[in-house]
Each structure stands twice: as C-alpha cells, then as structure tokens.
C-alpha cells in the first residue's frame, strides 16, 4: 500500500517543478513544452540525481530520500524557506499515532477563561476545544454544532464567517487553507483528516481551487479586519502559542490593534 506520506511528497514536488519557469532555473525557454515548468529531467539534472529516482520520488513510491536529496531538490526547485522546511517534513516516515482529539488542561481552560481579550485553543486538526466569553461575543462558537466548531469549517463553510471578515475574507481563508496544508500532507493517511479535507473540498469550491495550487505556510501572528454586526468595524492583532503541556494545542489571543500616537 503506497505510504500517504509519500504520495503528498510526490504531489509537492510536482506542483513546485510546474510552477518553475525554465529561464529561472537557467535553462533556454524556447524548447517546445507540452505542459508548464520544468521536465521531470530536467529537475533531476539540476539536483544531480538519477531521473528513474526522481520520477519514482514524484509518483510517491515509498523510497526513503537521503537530507542531501532532499537539500539538493529544494536548490533546483529553488524553494523558499516555508516549502523547503516543508519537503523535509515530507520526506521524514509517517510512523505517526492517529490523531485523537485535543484534551484542554484544567489549567490552561480556566487561564483563557480568566482573559478580558478574545482567546481560544485548537488542536492539531483545528478543532476549537475551548475559548473564552470574550472570544464567544465575536466568533459564536457556543452557536455552532459540535462537529461545526473548527476553524477552517467555520471561515470557509459559514456564510456568518463571511459576513464577519467582509472585504478580507479571500486573504484570510487562503492564508489559513495554506496553513493547513503543511499540517494536513504529515496526517494525510489519518481518517479524521481525510473526512475534513473531503468536507472542505466538497462544499467549498474556493477551497478546491487554492488547494489545487499547493501553497504552504506556517502559522504566523499578524491582523485581522473584522465586520461584527452589533460591536462594527474591529481591527485586531493575533497571536498564536503551543501549550507545553500539550503541543498539539495553539492558543489564540485577540487584541484590538493599537492606536498610533
């Protein structure tokens, strides 16, 4: 049976070779090309490695690349930080446990539950496990059916979301479904991954769409720009922390943007 893990290796190294134009990578554009980016070849020359081991890389079969591979294919494929840190991830085993839903510590609940500001955790499958009062005025979860109560459910499956985010909905949903991606291709083989993953591809066809595009990102604080329909316009900064006691869970804190004097 072919390792999940490495079909998501093979659909990356894919999706990063159409997208690399031939001149970036030094070689004469002018050669007639069938389909976008490079040859499979031509990757393989690049990295100086055989072309049958390359191709057997991209059609996912279970080989085990060595660091200098897989060094030597994000030079060719001139890969940035977030997708290099990303085809290492996907070229280690995916000897992994399977997913089994965050457990909040009594501790860290009644910490979120003590904040003034928006605060909530998720796991690792961006299921929100808990939150605060603060964060229930803003995002409803208490309003949502269990089964609703994720993240990526909520911003790309409920219509409220996208009242919520206005204008800035798209960036905001693209960035998250890129974050995902770099969780989802390591729990590819997972069941309770694939069931979200089919539920996101089935009733978002936005989602389909940059899915189909295969961008990686990390989970980064940064702004949000919000449309509440009773507290108006709400500018707000985020953050985002692992829980030592579990690091499967993130811990999301809210504050209104500061005002510059």
């Not at 060595?66 to 890969?79: F, G, K, P, R, V």
């Not at 990303?86 to 446990?97: A, V």
């Not at 890129?178 to 591809?201: G, I, K, M, Y």
């Amino acid at each position: 049976m072919q390792d999940p893990l490495r079909k998501q290796l093979g659909d990356f190294l894919r999706a990063r070779r159409s997208a690399l134009k031939p001149e970036d990578a030094g070689l004469s554009p002018t050669r007639r090309r069938r389909t976008p980016g490079l040859r499979r070849e031509e990757v393989a020359e690049l990295a100086g490695i055989g072309v049958d081991w390359y191709i057997r890389l991209e059609q996912g079969r279970n080989i085990n690349p060595s660091a200098a591979t897989i060094d030597a294919l994000a030079n060719a494929l001139q890969l940035d930080q977030e997708d290099r840190m990303h085809l290492r991830l996907l070229s280690q085993t995916s000897d992994r446990p399977a997913y089994s839903r965050g457990i909040v510590p009594d501790t860290a609940r009644r910490i979120i539950e003590a904040i003034d500001q928006p605060a909530y955790i998720t796991d690792l499958r961006w299921d929100v496990c808990a939150w605060n009062a603060a964060a229930e005025e803003i995002l409803a979860f208490g309003r949502l059916d269990a089964a609703d109560r994720n993240t990526l459910i909520s911003i790309l499956l409920n219509p409220h979301a996208r009242k919520l985010f206005g204008e800035s909905w798209e960036a905001e949903a693209r960035r998250m479904v890129a974050e995902f991606r770099s969780t989802f291709d390591l729990w590819a083989h997972d069941p309770a991954f694939v069931e979200l993953f089919n539920r996101l591809h089935k009733g978002s066809p936005e989602f389909a769409t940059w899915w189909a595009a295969h961008d990686v990102g990390t989970v980064k604080g940064g702004t949000k720009s919000l449309s509440h329909p009773r507290l108006g316009a709400l500018q707000i900064e985020y953050a985002s922390f692992q829980l030592n006691d579990n690091p499967a869970l993130k811990l999301v804190i809210y504050a209104p943007v500061a005002k510059k004097h």
